[in-house]
């Protein structure tokens, strides 16, 4: 079965399997990644509010873990994605 095979079984709104499938494509062999809200939003023509609700979709089901990250002021940098590999 292909990587994709499970977001296309899984009951997704097309806005999450757009977004998993832009985070699998910027992801290292571990299945991390980093982009930002804006940059993903920007490269997939999807608002900022779009994105965030397919990244709360893509969690809710399994296929995505996020990680809050800081810059050394404190200040919110962006998020690291791991995706579900199986």
């Known amino acids: 079965m292909s ?3 499970r977001i296309y079984k899984e009951e997704l709104p097309s806005r999450a399997k757009c977004v998993y499938m832009y985070l699998k494509d910027r ?3 571990k299945g991390e ?3 930002a809200i804006n940059t ?3 490269d997939t023509s999807m608002s900022r509010s779009t994105v965030k609700r397919a990244i709360a979709d893509l969690i809710r089901c ?3 873990r996020k990680e809050s990250r800081y810059r050394e002021n404190g200040s ?3 998020n690291r994605y791991f995706l579900s590999i199986e």
Do not use: E, Q, T
């Open 40 to 42: 993903i939003a920007k």
């Open 33 to 35: 990644c980093w982009p």
């Open 62 to 64: 399994g296929l995505l």
């Open 27 to 29: 992801c290292d062999a």
């Open 3 to 5: 990587f994709f095979g």
């Open 76 to 78: 919110n940098s962006s």
